[in-house]
């Protein structure tokens, strides 16, 4: 028995080994490392940078609507909530209503800056939308970020589609870069901090976030500006 001591020791461990593996070891698809390594090589800074100026601009330029009449069309009560069932007309008229069930829309305004904020981690200032004097408060960002989950401008454009990118991370990271390329490009020359007073035009996208919502906060809408420039 002592002389199979070793054999019977090397068998317990064997088996040990196989009941374990299943738990220590992640099988991972090989499409989905194909995409991952895909996502990887996409050039992201280029495919944004051949479409802002010549495609981007343009098409929120010439398809955007007043943000004080989509603004005027909101019905909120005292604490800004609007019923989401109201608000899908709406979407459908002006917007866009994506996958993720978010109402998207290109815009466009006039006002007067009566605020910028400096403080907060993601700066953004207040402006006073000329058209519109209800409760909903208009705000646009100033950099230099852009939060990473702002979607807005990518979705609201109406050509840019997951279905024309290879994997999610690449539809991301579209994005991203046209959040940095804005901040870069938009915002970069800007001093906000003398913007108080004065009065602005811009263009953008702004989005209403409704997946799994019946309720929606509208006391505030935030503009990711295409193009802002200060005219008085």
Known sequence: MRRNLPLIICIVLVIAFIAVLPFSVTIVPIAQVEAVEAA?????????????????????????????????????????????????????????????EAHVYMVKGKGV????????????????????????????????RIPSDETSVRDAVGFINFGDFRSQTEYGKVANELNKLIVKQVLGNVDVNTLVGKTIEFT???????????????SQVVVVPVSLKVVE
Not at 57 to 75: D, G, M
């Open 40 to 100: 990887e090589k996409f050039d992201a800074p280029s495919f944004v940078a051949g479409i802002f100026d010549s495609k981007l601009v343009p098409t929120v330029q010439e398809k955007a609507v007043e943000l004080a009449t989509i603004l005027s069309q909101f019905k909120v009560n005292d604490k800004g909530i609007a019923k989401k069932d109201d608000l899908i007309p709406i979407a459908e008229q002006n917007g866009h209503i994506t996958v993720g």
């Open 113 to 144: 800056v009566t605020e910028v904020d400096t403080k907060s981690r993601v700066k953004t200032m207040s402006v006073q939308l000329e058209g519109y004097d209800g409760p909903i408060k208009v705000r646009l960002y100033t950099g230099p």
């Open 204 to 218: 953008g996208a702004i989005g209403v976030r409704t997946f799994n919502l019946l309720d929606i906060d509208l």
